[in-house]
């Protein structure tokens, strides 16, 4: 059974910055894409970021380009989204998202391509 984990959310002031962690665990992938979504009260879904096993670079939607930035770490099944320069507009329930295909660019910012969820983790900015 594929387990993903988030930690790393928490109150921080504007300008601050935060590093989620999301460990999948209970399989091992041959090939894989690893997402990160954010959900605020009263609004939609919104893809952050994404990563895939087959290249160290990440992709991110502009709202956090040049911000944020996505690694992964193989040998702990870990997925890092480090966050700089956080503004209150990024406050927001953080989910970690994997699935154990390889998406291509225009499919890894939809939700329902990924497989597997944890239960998220907040993240709160205070002015």
């Known amino acids: 059974q594929v387990r993903v984990v988030e930690t790393g959310g928490g109150l921080v002031q504007s300008g601050g910055s935060l590093r989620l962690s999301c460990e999948v665990s209970?399989?091992?992938?041959?090939?894989?894409?690893v997402a990160w979504f954010r959900q605020a009260p009263g609004k939609e879904r919104q893809f952050v970021s994404a990563?895939?096993?087959?290249?160290?670079?990440?992709y991110y939607a502009d709202s956090v380009k040049g911000r944020f930035t996505i690694s992964r770490d193989k040998g702990k099944n870990t997925v890092y989204l480090q966050m700089n320069s956080l503004k209150p507009e990024d406050t927001a329930s953080y989910h970690c998202?994997?699935?154990?295909?390889?998406?291509?660019?225009?499919?890894?910012?939809?939700?329902?391509?990924?497989?597997?969820w944890g239960q998220g983790t907040q993240v709160t900015l205070s002015s």
């Open positions: 998202a994997a699935t154990g295909r390889l998406l291509i660019l225009s499919t890894m910012r939809d939700s329902a391509q990924y497989d597997y």
């Open positions: 209970g399989r091992s992938f041959s090939g894989y894409t």
């Open positions: 990563i895939r096993s087959s290249a160290s670079n990440g």
